[in-house]
DNA sequence: AGCACGCCGACT
DNA sequence: GTCGGCGTGCTC
């Protein structure tokens, strides 16, 4: 029997293309195939029951690929139900070569004003790896974020061919204890609100170690009592270990982790096992968001202020929002957590749209650390005496500091080094970006520019330029200044290793190490009991960065890596080294006034309308020919002034802040919009019918996180 | 004439 | 995305 597939592939192009498939009949258990291959993958000839034994996993350990090209040469296996098509992945001859793609559609007829159909390669696995109602959801994701549908797919399902079985569980580590401890007044209280009626949309706001994972993890427990499923997403995975132990342990086969270090095959088994029910809580990053659940009763977004929900590749999605739609879909609850919420999460709980929910007592006796503030300007180079010495102290009594610097050089940014001033765009009010090769300083939002100021405008200092402290050497300089402190340091750069991020922490965690120097990571989720001292080497950094959201991020840093301090004890301390002291903030985080940093922060958002009073379409412009990049950007920019609505702003073209990056050269635009839903509809048709310049790719992002 | 490279558009 | 076709222009 000849069928029609409508496959879509992993490529920027939309639609999907038509291809012929041959099905058996029936199932008779015959072989339709013509490779013959079958015969050198002994264990896998029956199908799908034994690709799940154990045994065919552990007889080969070595061969995964080896075995996975056996298997891929295995044309159409008797057995399975391969009379339905839809949501399998196939290869598929595309031009002069193999591609994979999805089935999104079936038919029976040869699709009318196609001339040629090809037929399919092969059908990857042995089950579909989704159904109808998830084809709805990645075509919201893909509609959404205006990506193709195989784009979509290809970020929301696994990649693997061949299901195969996670290694069993590691040794048990006591430290995790399977049964619950207990609760506070508070964190019971929270339970019962969630659990009072089904959906909802709640946000527990707790500073750190007010037991928040708790909270969440009592929640799963009783949606998953109620025979629903639970999907619990973290910022990434490898940092929180913790709570993927806490969970292994208290919900076993009942969990399905998915972690960065899962092999495609293994991603693909537990993949099957959520879609079959086996699996009824998947804990992940940003992709477990997709996971194929039935039965969705709660998601959990931990952390939700976090940059990582948001893909940095095509679909651009933000799994916050696919959350919120799921859980809308399904009549599932979302409940959303973080000590420092995003300002958009805080609009919605003061506008009654998410219900706060606040832990305000630290469980483990500690309490909040002392706050203090350097002023860099008054010090000579990054490594203050205040500091220095505060390491010192904290060493002499048997405890641990942290120290953390932020990676992100500000040697762009153009500021004066007598009282710290940046320039901003009168507009936008973001950091202008100095560029060398033009001499001047110009805003990547809207374009303007401007000469770089001879003498400072606020405090007449001639000592203005770009650059600042390097990164590098600081651990050689610490080295020298405390040659009795051992010193760890965890960087993209050390944790590149497999394992080598755990043997950093755990050695620093037995004390082997008095000193941990690290960037973002470090300020995130770890816990040491014997931490005192907390030290932000330069707090401000991100101030610099010419982003609307630098002052949340700075807020959100300084707050959460203070959280790291005394987590355990009551005299924990912290200290913030800034050019900036004055800044909000920076004065507010040390201060902890929550409240008072949200409203003004809500009130400049909205004076310069800004998420969450506006919405941002971010469209980057994107090819070799630096005139065609420009001349692109320009011709859509004029097409969209005339087809938007006249509240709508189209803020450039301008030069991407990083302007070329390997061999394309980089124009944005940047439209902003206070109804979106109109504003989303027409970009679209405009993307649809717009034919940009050969060699240039337009690259939408929808709610930017970051514009750099 | 012969070839290298860059540009372009098709891919079911 | 990736591939091949083909035109321009350079070299033997």
Redesign the pocket.
Known sequence: MIRYVDVAFN???KGA???AVELPEQETGGDTGEHGAGAAAPHHGAGAAKHLQPEAAAAEPQKEEGTAEHLQSEPTTAGTDRTRLLGYRVVA?????QATGFVVGERSER?AG?E???ELKRIVGTAPLFDEGYLELARWVASMYYASLGETLAAMTPGGRQERELPALGSDDAAFEATPVTLSAEQEEAIARIGAEGGGRYYVFGITGSGKTEVFLRAASAVMGQGKSVIYLVPEIALTQQVAETIKARFAEAAAIIHSRLTPSQRLSEWMRIKRGDAKLVVGARSAVFAPVSHLGLIVVDEEHEGSYKSGQSPRYHARQVAMKRCADAGAALVMGSATPSVEAWHLMSLGKLTPIRLTRRLAGGSMPAMEIVDLKEEEGPLTETLLQGIRETHAEGRQSILFLNRRGFSYFFHCKSCGFVMQCRRCSVTLTYHKARGRMICHYCGYRVKPVESCPECGSVDVGYGGFGTEGIEDELQRRLPEISIARVDTDTIRKRGSLEEVLQSFRRGETQLLLGTQMVAKGLNFPGVKLVGLIHADTGLLLPDFRAAERTFSLITQVSGRAGRYSPDGRVIIQTLRPQNPAVTLAARGEYDAFYEQEIRMREALRFPPYARLIRLVFRG??AGRVHEGANSFADRLSSELPETDEILGPAECPIAKISHNYRVQLILRSARFRETHRLLGTALESFKPP??V?IEADVDPVSLL
């Open positions: 490529i920027p192009v293309f038509t291809y001859p595309f031009g002069k070569r699709p196609v040629q159909v090809r070799p020919n050969t060699r790719h």
